[in-house]
Structure formats: C-alpha cells, structure tokens
C-alpha cells in the first residue's frame, strides 16, 4: 500500500485497515524515514501505546546488545510481550535502514494457520494449549511484568481469538503435577510446526517501507544478518484499531455489519 495515499484518501486508508483484518498484516510503501514518521504511522492507525520502551522503540545493530532484539542473530517466530495484558495489538515495522548484506529479513507466519493445523495433527495437544495457561515473565531493572494466557485462545464459539507463543519470556509452568510434561510436549509440537517453512513469508524490508500487523494473530521472526540495520518498533491499540476500521468502513460502504 502506498502511504502517502493513505494519508489523502480515506479509500486507501480503509484499504489498509481491511488487509490486516483479513490476512493480518499489511505493507506499506513511501514511509519518511524521521522519527516523527514512526509514530504519524501510529497515530493514523490508532493511538500509540506507550511502554517502558517509550512510544518508539529503536532496533539498532549493536555486537553488544542490551536486548536480543538488537543483535545481528536470528530470531525464531513469536508473538511479542506476552507478559503483558493485554499484550501489543498491532505492531508496526518501520525499516529505516535495511542490511546491505540482504539478512535480517522478516519471516511471517499466520498463527490462526498454524494453530488450525495443529489441531488437525495433534487433537488432545490442541485442547491443552487451549486451556493450560502459560506464563510470560519480563523482569529487569524497573520492570517486573508477567501474565498467563494459553496459546491459543478460543471465543465462545470455538474460534481463534488470540495466539501468543514465545519460549523466550516464558516462565515455568504453574499447573498440577499430572499435567506437566503433557503440557511440555505438547509446547515443544507447537514450536517445532512453527519452525516448518511451508507456514513462512519472507521480506527483506527496504528503507522507507513499514510492515503493519497484529500481535494476536501473526508470529514474526528474523534472519541472521552481517551488516547495519535499523528498524523502529511501535504499536497501538487493537481496539481503537479495529473501532476506526468499523467507522471508516460504515462511513464509506454505509456497512452496518460491524463485527
């Protein structure tokens, strides 16, 4: 999707609003590249949620990293901050600077598609990782935040609402004794799936480009990379979100179907 569009006609802004409630995510083109840009992105779409990272946060190659997020390695697929609740809702890319040496590309991967998969492959695992709550911890200087969720959350219909799956920020399992290793087993079948890269799309994202979606639904992950790389992390909302989607599409399709 073209930005600059975005911003002058409300037909391409519903556009991008439509992309990520269907596919959950959407790219955008012709971004400025300053710091103000980021957070114009955020504020077209919803309302900046601001965190102890402030309302930017800068993901800057360093060899000496303070947080993994800025180190040269690649990172597996995950959901962020699930030791929040709520956890970020949509999240935005900014890439200021892409790798010259063409790593660091970002790897996608729909979460509601894995989880239907796996409840094909793996029944009983399924019900468990939609019921056992798992526990996400972040704790350093200043921050001491956890919350629990299950993997997979349900409406009450049965229906995907939510995934959350990263084995960096969980903590050890609080649940009875018999349920344990189960549950274990059942987590490691879920990330071994989540590596397949039949369920991956890849792109290397270029200066100016930024790649807008939503935390609840799709894992992204990253290569491995040699060269400079500078990419600004921000999110918003889900629900101001997704209200701004029901009005700008009420608005312009007159739609009063606004689950």
Not at 160 to 181: A, C, H, Q, W, Y
Not at 226 to 255: I, K, M
């Amino acid at each position: 999707m073209n930005y600059p569009d975005a911003l002058e006609k409300p037909e391409q802004l519903l556009e991008i609003y439509d992309a990520v409630r269907t596919y959950g995510l959407c790219l955008l083109e012709e971004v400025p590249k300053y710091r103000e840009g980021t957070e114009e992105i955020a504020g077209l779409l919803s309302f900046v949620r601001e965190t102890h990272y402030g309302r930017v946060f800068e993901i800057i190659s360093s060899p000496n990293p303070a947080v993994i997020a800025n180190a040269p390695v690649p990172l597996r697929p995950h959901t962020d901050e699930n030791f929040r609740e709520p956890p970020p809702g949509i999240m935005i890319f900014h890439s200021i600077r892409a790798s010259e040496d063409g790593g660091g590309k970002s790897v996608m991967t729909d979460g509601f598609r894995l989880a239907a998969d796996f409840k094909e492959q793996y029944p009983n695992e399924y019900e468990l990782l939609t019921k056992a709550p798992i526990p996400h911890r972040r704790f350093i200087k200043g921050v001491g935040l956890r919350a629990e969720a299950p993997v997979i959350s349900l409406d009450y219909f049965g229906n995907i609402r939510e995934f959350r799956l990263n084995e960096r920020t969980m903590g050890p399992l609080d649940l009875p004794v018999d349920l344990i290793e189960p549950v274990y087993s059942a987590l490691s079948k879920m990330f071994t799936l989540s590596y397949e890269s039949k369920y991956h799309v890849s792109y290397l994202l270029k200066d100016g480009e930024a790649l807008v979606f939503d935390n609840a639904r799709v894992l992204h992950a990253r290569t491995g990379f040699n060269g400079n790389r500078h990419v600004r992390l921000t999110h918003v909302g889900s629900d101001e979100f997704y209200s701004r989607w029901r009005q700008l599409r009420h608005e312009l399709n007159g739609d009063l179907n606004l689950i």
